[in-house]
């Protein structure tokens, strides 16, 4: 399977930015969706935003559009979540995933990094 790691996560002040990283190795037999998602205290995990192979298509959760962005470089198997206006409702931690093209779900999970919004 895709191993994934991210990194990038840490304690900021509301309204501040911060931008994750997180990096594929592995088996990725062919293209791949690559997407973050999160989990608050106390709350289910939600897709915060993915993003196609070429990364012409992307898609936002309604609480995060105008704030964030997600980007990819694929030379380096790599894809970034640039955070902007951060609020403390936005703590969580933060997963990065993978889904292979022949796939309907995605199937790779990193272990996730802790982003803090301090009020």
């Known amino acids: 399977q895709v191993q994934l790691v991210e990194s990038g996560g840490r304690l900021v002040q509301a309204g501040g930015s911060l931008r994750l990283s997180c990096a594929a190795s592995g088996r990725t037999f062919g293209y791949y969706h690559m997407g973050w998602f999160r989990q608050a205290p106390g709350k289910e995990r939600e897709s915060v935003a993915t993003i196609s192979w070429s990364g012409g298509t992307t898609y936002y959760a309604d609480s995060v559009k105008g704030r964030f962005t997600i980007s990819r470089d694929n030379a380096k198997n790599t894809v970034y979540l640039q955070m902007n206006s951060l609020k403390p409702e936005d703590t969580a931690v933060y997963y990065c995933?993978?889904?292979?093209?022949?796939?309907?779900?995605?199937?790779?999970w990193g272990q996730g990094t802790q982003v803090t919004v301090s009020s």
């Open positions: 995933a993978v889904r292979l093209i022949s796939e309907p779900d995605f199937g790779s």
